[in-house]
């Protein structure tokens, strides 16, 4: 019988130990708990047990129905051209030319702008008067919308202040996964005769799947969750063009101090994106490849 | 010829990326008048820094900064050194459930902070530390999450396990290793660690945003969104009060730059 501290699993479970702890105390027992509250009705006074009421009266609410579509409006166009955009600038940063350390610093200085600043920033940019986007579009005698007034250009308005962060840490992964990929794929890609364009739909694209893959995923769960600009820039409007999901949940929460039904919206969220995710990971086995066989 | 539109590719679209940037230096840079008369300038006509001490004397700054320094230098702290005990454990070490335990961490990362965001809230209210710095950095002492463990993890497991147990031949203890051989190799993984966890830290609004209440307490984030709420109209503060906000992740970002890119890109995060 070895002693206790010769044993590496002894070890291995103390140094975990932090993470496991935080785990249980932070993550695992406040989600069981909000489970449970998402069946009661509680102001932070009164608890009071409701079953199922919290989620049945969602659908009767017309601001649930709005955030839904406000959100999904906002992730389905934000994260698509997002990710596509993310992916043209590594392309870019990958090419052998001068200067692209100095380039690639150029394209990350948006993801290191804290998010209230950039929210008060942009909220300048869309300024309808004398907002940077109106003055060179009225320049270009184009229509000058106003942006951040008018419900019609206020989720666009959204959408294209997201794509500032395309340059961030979602395109560095890109970028470390065009230089993984090793160059007699595409030796062998030339000496089949396969042109430029080719050997992006060929080699490229397959080889680059499983980044592709990871962060489509995290980019749809982190769009969903879009709070700051929002709540800063629009608090939500004009007549709830900006109501997103967690702005809604945030003011049922900590506004209204509805915890129960607000418990109730969180988990509705964790349900749609544990579907989404689970939709993408089926999905995947159809168009990711990974390297060394079926996965 | 491709080189040449490559180039051209690149400077337009870091044009793009950077004007609005450049515009918030302009505009903190010009005097009030002249942002009325011609807001768009990208160089002021009489370039003048009064804006600074204007914005920072409007609002307690001095303490939004200090606050924001504390919680940010706590919580990074906090989390490079459990962060590094825990990657450490899942890299080295082989017992029961834990590559079980591993996925379950990974996976917390799906996890939306709404699910457990009022639980923990109600946690913290019960002990008594809503509007303290407790809920913002306590939690860091816990591993600092998932992404940050994953990140050391995958750096740990490409140093060589010989190193290990040649100092183990000469008597060292698993922590010695940890804090003499592991972490001084993994300099890259702990700076992208380092500046992952600064920048999102000096960033965070909705942690402030739920926990802080009274102004004294506030950090930057929504110190500075209580700037706007009450002197909004005058952009020249504003972007003088934002920059102040902005710059040190800029500054640290360059100064970490070089180990920074290599930390992302030696940790296996291109999905190899």
């Not at chain 1, 959408?159 to 030796?187: D, H, P």
Request: proline fraction near 5%; glycine fraction near 8%; charged fraction near 10%.
């Amino acid at each position: 019988m070895k002693r206790l501290a010769d044993r590496p699993a002894f070890w291995g479970w103390l140094f975990i130990t932090p993470w496991l702890a935080g785990f249980l105390g932070f993550t695992a027992g406040p989600m069981l708990a909000s489970l449970w509250l998402s069946f009661y009705k509680y102001d932070l006074v009164n608890l009071e047990y409701v079953g199922l009421e919290n989620y049945r009266r969602l659908p009767l609410d017309p601001l649930f129905w709005k955030a839904l579509s406000n959100t999904f409006a906002y992730a389905f166009i934000s994260v698509p051209l997002g990710v596509a955009g993310s992916l043209m600038i590594a392309l870019l940063l990958n090419q052998k030319v001068r200067g692209i350390p100095l380039f690639r610093t150029l394209f990350y200085i948006p993801s290191l702008v804290p998010s209230v600043a950039a929210a008060i920033l942009w909220q300048w940019v869309f300024n309808a008067e004398n907002g940077a986007l109106n003055l060179g579009l009225g320049f270009l005698g184009l229509p000058t919308p106003q942006w951040l007034q008018d419900e019609r250009f206020t989720l666009p308005a959204f959408v294209l202040m997201s794509l500032w962060g395309v340059g961030g840490a979602r395109m560095v992964i890109f970028l470390a996964g065009l230089q993984g990929i090793s160059e007699t794929y595409y030796e062998a890609a030339r000496l089949d005769g396969a042109s430029h364009r080719q050997q992006f739909w060929h080699v490229t694209l397959p080889l680059l799947s499983p980044v592709m893959f990871f962060n489509l995923v995290l980019g749809l769960i982190g769009a969903f969750q879009i709070f700051t600009q929002a709540y800063i820039m629009t608090g939500g409007g004009p007549n709830n063009a900006s109501l997103f999901y967690a702005i809604y949940l945030f003011r049922t929460a900590f506004e209204q101090f509805k915890l129960g039904k607000a418990s109730a919206l969180a988990w509705v969220l964790f349900a749609i994106l544990l579907v989404f995710t689970l939709i993408q990971f089926r999905a995947s086995k159809k168009w990711v490849h990974y390297e060394g066989g079926e996965a | 010829m491709k080189r040449f539109l490559v180039w051209i590719a690149l400077i337009g679209g870091s044009v793009f990326f950077v004007i609005p940037f450049l515009w918030t230096v302009a505009t903190a840079l010009k005097t009030q008048e002249e942002i009325a008369k011609d807001p768009t300038r990208l160089v002021p006509m009489q370039p003048t820094w009064e804006n600074f001490p204007a914005a920072w004397n409007a609002l307690p700054f001095l303490s939004f900064v200090e606050n924001t320094v504390f919680v940010t230098l706590v919580s990074m702290t906090a989390q490079v050194i459990t962060g590094s005990l825990v990657a450490y454990g899942f890299a080295r070490f082989q017992f029961k459930g834990r590559d079980l335990l591993f996925m379950t961490m990974i996976s917390t990362m799906l996890l939306p902070g709404q699910v457990t965001m009022i639980p923990v809230y109600l946690i913290w209210r019960q002990l008594g530390a809503i509007d303290t710095f407790a809920p913002l950095t306590i939690p860091a002492f816990f591993g600092g999450g998932a992404f940050s463990i994953f990140l050391l993890r995958q750096f740990f497991m490409t140093i060589p396990r010989e190193l290990d147990e040649a100092m183990l031949i000469d008597g060292a203890s698993y922590w010695g290793i940890l804090w003499r051989l592991i972490v001084p190799l993994s300099g890259p993984a702990i700076t992208t660690v380092v500046v992952f966890s600064f920048i999102g830290n000096w960033d965070s609004f909705d942690g402030p945003l739920i926990y802080l209440n009274s102004p004294e307490n506030y950090t930057m984030s929504i110190g500075l969104r209580l700037f706007q709420d009450t002197f909004g109209t005058n952009m020249g503060q504003l972007m003088a009060a934002s920059l102040m906000h902005i710059m040190p992740t800029i500054i640290l970002f360059f100064a970490a730059q070089k180990y920074f890119i290599k930390g992302v890109h030696l940790s296996g995060l291109g999905g190899r």
